[in-house]
């Protein structure tokens, strides 16, 4: 299986809400930076009464456009009846807030910021000021519920593991699925333990694979084309990042640090410590199939060794 054909060829069109689809329209925060490619990606759904997935991040003064004005301007004219948010990531919720309070319409998620596990002893989250803490959805979505609106349907899918609320939305009657941050055209997701789980991540791209859709919209970057083909190829991309850290653990490497130097010595090393969060992720893995053992409770400074 051939690695994934990533396209990081996208126009973010700042300011505008560009169709992409019949019915369907992106716009783009400007939020660009290294892990959020060009900014987070907001869609509205529908004609005249409409739903929006992903408002985004609060804008900043020094935004060359305001996010908010943007998705306004987009709606004159139109009713928004749904606010839907795929995970409660900074990125992508917290400007639900105040579009609900501007336009009424409620909030739909699968529920509030979570933890993949509990922190071990003395562990420190990363990632923690990442997790937007302060949502809680009017309307709490499980597996398979239909949110239905004026003229669309979409079903909820639970697909954690880049974050452990994480769903994707299917708009059912068209070819189209709503992939979050899970499965992206421009880059693989950021994994990151204890906020995400390696375990569930490549149990829900098994999920994406079972489904028929055949273009994702993600929450960053371009739309993914041929999309089973490239879910598979990005699942096997991951057990060949899974074969190599244990490759590396057998030639005699101990620590994190010294996988990521040889396996990502090719990457922005901007993206080293999204890196080694990442190759934790799937040590945790490993862990539990018991492929490796870890000295002590396992860190990002911990020591690991195969298991012969």
């Known amino acids: 299986m051939a690695r994934p054909s990533f396209r990081t060829n996208f126009d973010p069109c700042y300011g505008e809400a560009i169709t992409v689809a019949d019915t ?6 400007p939020n660009q930076s290294a892990f959020t490619f060009y900014g987070t990606n907001t869609y509205i759904i529908g004609d005249k009464n409409v739903a929006l997935i992903d408002p985004g991040p609060l804008p900043k003064a020094d935004d060359i456009c305001n996010h908010l004005d943007t998705i306004l301007t987009a709606l004159k004219g139109r009713s928004l009846t749904h606010i839907i948010i795929t ?41 923690d000021a990442a997790g937007d803490k302060d949502f809680v959805p ?6 398979g519920d239909i949110i239905e609106g004026d003229g669309f349907k979409l079903e909820a899918i639970f697909t954690p593991g880049h974050a452990m609320n994480h769903m994707a939305f299917a708009l059912l009657d ?38 028929d859709e055949t273009v994702y919209f993600p929450g960053h970057g371009g739309k993914v ?19 190599a850290i244990l490759h590396r653990f057998r030639k005699g490497d101990e620590t994190i ?3 990521v130097a ?17 190759v934790f992720a799937h040590i945790e893995d490993l862990l539990d199939k018991k492929l490796i053992s870890c000295q002590g409770t396992p860190s990002l400074e911990a020591k690991y060794a195969p298991i012969v």
């Open 24 to 29: 369907v329209q992106r716009i783009t925060a």
């Open 87 to 127: 995970h409660t990531h900074m990125d992508h919720s917290p400007l639900s807030r105040e579009l609900a309070n501007i336009t009424g319409a409620k909030t739909y998620g699968q529920g509030p910021h979570r933890n993949a596990r509990a922190l071990h002893l003395g562990e420190i989250n990363l990632l």
């Open 257 to 259: 640090a010294e996988v």
């Open 174 to 211: 068209t070819q189209y699925l709503f992939s979050g941050d899970h499965v992206m055209a421009w880059a693989t997701s950021i994994v990151a333990p204890p906020d995400g789980s390696m375990k569930d991540y490549m149990n829900s791209l098994d999920i994406f694979a079972e489904r």
């Open 138 to 143: 009017d309307v709490f979505l499980k597996h």
């Open 225 to 243: 084309e041929k999309a089973k083909e490239f879910v598979r190829a990005l699942r096997a991309h991951r057990k060949m990042r899974e074969t």
């Open 262 to 278: 040889v396996i990502y010595k090719n990457t922005d090393k901007r993206l080293h410590g999204a890196a080694s969060l990442s």
